[in-house]
């Protein structure tokens, strides 16, 4: 009986590293997909290997206890392109750092499958199309930066469900209507303590009398409140 124990708790075991091996080179997969995708006249990604047994390995990548990847970090670093919807299967992503490249179309509404991110910052970039309502659904959200993109349309009432957000930065955009009430909301019943949307095509002002919001920015007169 001992022995059946043994065996079997050893299968369980095999089973569980083999399940982590997949999960780990399906995300090797998915990665190294985005690469193609991507122009990279810096040489920051040669360390993107798919031969390799996982990606935790590679530079900008950073993985859990796991080997699943939880971070990604390429801020800054000259890439073009634009991001594929495999990257919203990363499920325990949670620092997607993309910020100040030469990004562009739009932003995936895959990303609101992505769970466990906390920060999303895609900001200085030239994505177009509009802001995914599908990131409301991102419930560990707490610094969401968009500005400074070609961003259109309105702001999704969906991420006023963000009462963990922190940042909401969406200025220097070309976004229309107004600020949805849900997101202001946020001030009083979450940790919203900065919100700007200055510079962009917004009707309506903003205001809050709640102490601990430390900025909050509507037209491009770049008013305090």
Request: glycine share 8%.
């Given at each position: ?23 780990s ?18 040489n ?79 900001y ?15 419930g ?14 309105v ?14 930065e ?11 009430l849900?997101?202001l ?19 309506g ?9 430390a ?11």
């Amino acid at each position: 009986m001992a022995a059946q124990t043994g065996a079997a708790l050893l299968l369980a075991g095999l089973l569980l590293a083999l399940a982590t091996i997949a999960s780990s080179n399906t995300e090797g997969d998915i990665l190294y997909s985005q690469r193609q995708v991507w122009k990279d006249p810096n040489n920051v990604l040669t360390s993107w290997d798919p031969t390799l047994v996982n990606p935790c390995t590679w530079f900008h990548v950073t993985c859990n206890l796991d080997n699943s990847v939880t971070r990604v970090d390429l801020g800054n670093a000259g890439i073009s392109g634009t991001l594929i919807p495999q990257l919203g299967e990363l499920k325990n992503l949670q620092y997607l750092e993309l910020y100040a490249n030469n990004m562009s179309g739009p932003i995936p509404t895959t990303l609101g499958n992505l769970t466990a991110l906390v920060s999303l910052d895609l900001y200085d970039n030239h994505l177009t199309g509009v802001i995914p309502s599908s990131l409301g659904a991102v419930g560990t959200l707490r610094f969401l930066r968009l500005h400074g993109n070609k961003l259109a349309g309105v702001i999704p009432a969906s991420l006023g469900r963000l009462t963990k957000l922190v940042e909401l930065e969406l200025q220097e955009n070309m976004l229309s209507g107004t600020v949805p009430l849900e997101i202001l909301s946020l001030v009083l019943v979450g940790d919203l303590t900065e919100l700007n949307v200055a510079k962009n095509n917004l009707a309506g002002t903003i205001k809050s009398s709640k102490p601990r919001v430390a900025t909050v920015i509507q037209d491009t007169r770049k008013t305090t409140l």
